[in-house]
């Protein structure tokens, strides 16, 4: 291959990662990052621990803590690997919703899908891989066969609980309110105008968020919040040969679940960027817009004025003409 090719191939590749491209290999690798951890804390959790010999006991209910805290700390480390240069979406229910509210460009949105999806995928392959034979194991002792095994299937992605039964309402509804608050939550800890968090702590809240959230609601669907989460690992179990369990998403109790887990993520991340901006980000558009003035998008912070420079001004002028206050603690 000449210099003049290969040149032009690095050239090539620079302008990918300048444009779009880059956001769209940031969400992949971000979203790869998140199943990676999450579904691997699954993993270990049902069929790590009890097949390696390290459980001595049952957890029983514990379990759900290392599940619980896994997804976030996956979230977390997400989010740092990608938030520099895509904002770490990673999560298409998000994107819509920066979409809807946040002036993000529409023309991005299905590109970020389809980067989320295929970056989920290729996680949950990862973890397929690594937790095979754990697997294997976990079914050999069970004495069941992979092909429609609830239990082993939801290493990858999400089902309803039982008490539900084939209903459609209770799932749809959970994952609804899970995601509203998920993004209601994010919105807030990235305004600038409110109280977000400080010295590169966000990733570490919008985790916590999440193991929140897994804490408080995540029995009832699994809280996939997140379309990606969910259908791309479903995906992946599909073809490892989960068959109905996975597609369409059948069990003994449930039946054709695959598109909850994407709908209703999707109406519950516009329903939360709705609840943040009515309650709290149009108020705080208000105090800081002088009267008269009209406001910026939502999330964005307000340019100075001519009458805020003046006030500052002068607010700062009458504080150096104060003289030093010393503490009445000394």
């Known amino acids: 291959m000449s210099a003049t090719n290969t040149r032009h191939q690095t050239n090539g590749l620079a302008r990918l990662r ?14 790869a990052i998140l199943i990676l951890l999450g579904c691997g804390s699954v993993a270990v959790a049902l069929a790590g621990l009890p097949g390696s010999g390290r459980q001595t006991a049952d957890f029983g209910p ?43 460009p529409w023309v991005k949105v299905v590109p970020y899908w389809i980067a989320q999806i295929l970056g989920a995928f290729a996680g949950a392959a990862v973890v397929y891989a690594v937790y095979y034979d ?21 290493i990858f992605a999400t089902f309803p609980a039982e ?11 959970d994952q609804i309110v899970g995601t509203a608050i998920l993004v209601m939550l994010v919105a807030a800890l990235i305004d600038s105008r409110n109280q977000a968090p400080q010295s590169n702590f966000g990733p570490w809240a919008i985790g916590f968020v999440v193991v929140a959230i897994g804490l408080s609601f995540g029995t009832n ?3 996939a919040i997140n379309p990606a ?6 995906m992946l179990a599909w073809i490892a040969g989960w068959g109905d369990a996975a ?15 994407i709908a209703g993520p999707l109406v519950g991340g ?38 805020t420079v003046t006030r500052t001004s002068s607010e700062e002028a009458i504080s150096e003409s104060r003289p030093p206050q010393t503490s009445t603690s000394e």
């Open 62 to 104: 514990a379990n759900w803590l290392i599940i619980a805290f896994g997804w976030g700390l996956a979230v977390v480390f997400a989010v740092y690997a990608a938030g520099g240069v895509s904002g770490a979406h990673i999560n298409p229910a998000v994107t819509l919703a920066m979409a809807v509210r946040r002036a993000f």
């Open 18 to 31: 300048q444009t779009t491209g880059g956001e769209l290999l940031a969400e992949f690798l971000g979203t």
């Open 134 to 154: 754990a697997i294997n194991a976990f079914l050999q002792a069970a004495g069941t066969p992979k092909s429609g095994d609830v239990a082993t299937f939801s």
């Open 270 to 307: 516009v329903v939360g960027i709705l609840i943040y901006d009515f309650f709290i980000g149009q108020v705080l558009v208000a105090r800081e817009t002088p009267f008269g003035v009209e406001g910026p998008p939502p999330g964005r912070v307000p340019e100075p004025t001519d009458e």
């Open 221 to 223: 669907a699994g809280y």
């Open 229 to 234: 989460r969910d259908f791309g690992p479903r």
């Open 163 to 173: 008490y539900f039964g084939d209903g459609i309402w209770g799932p749809l509804v």
């Open 247 to 261: 597609m369409p998403g059948n069990g003994d109790w449930f039946s054709n679940y695959w598109w909850i887990p």
